[in-house]
């Protein structure tokens, strides 16, 4: 896993000290990380994956491709597998744009309207 964290580091052209302070580390703990002197602690497995978006199984096990989905492409991908249209692609990409209030306010009226009791 060590050297598949240095190929990340340098994918994103970071330094060992702009990486590590993504992630809540020093450049020196990168480097004992990079150097295999140190094994990564499943939290900062986890902050990686999520702070640079990086496939869990491909980090840990070397399988799959480095990066996961972007929100874009995952989009994509349902408007592709449930055959929706432009405007059903607007409707997601618009509510994935609202806050956790906006959202909360649409599903209350949309409830009211589609639940019945």
């Known amino acids: ?11 994103l052209k970071l330094t060992q000290t702009a990486f590590a ?11 004992r990380i990079e150097k295999g002197e140190r094994n ?7 902050s990686i ?17 480095m990066f996961t989905s972007t929100p874009e492409t995952v ?8 055959d929706l249209d432009d405007i059903d692609k607007k409707i997601i990409e618009k509510y994935l744009e609202l806050d956790a209030e906006q959202r909360k306010v649409l599903k209350e009226y949309l ?5 019945q009791e």
Request: neutral net charge; contains cysteine.
């Open 111 to 115: 409830k009211s309207i589609f639940v």
């Open 75 to 82: 989009v994509e991908e349902l408007v592709e597998q449930y």
């Open 40 to 46: 990564p602690s499943e939290q900062t497995i986890l």
């Open 21 to 31: 302070e993504k992630i809540g580390l020093t450049g020196a703990a990168i480097t």
């Open 49 to 65: 994956c999520r702070e640079f978006r990086v496939n869990y199984f491909w980090l840990t096990e070397g399988k799959g491709e």
């Open 1 to 11: 896993m060590n050297f598949r964290i240095k190929e990340l580091r340098k994918t």
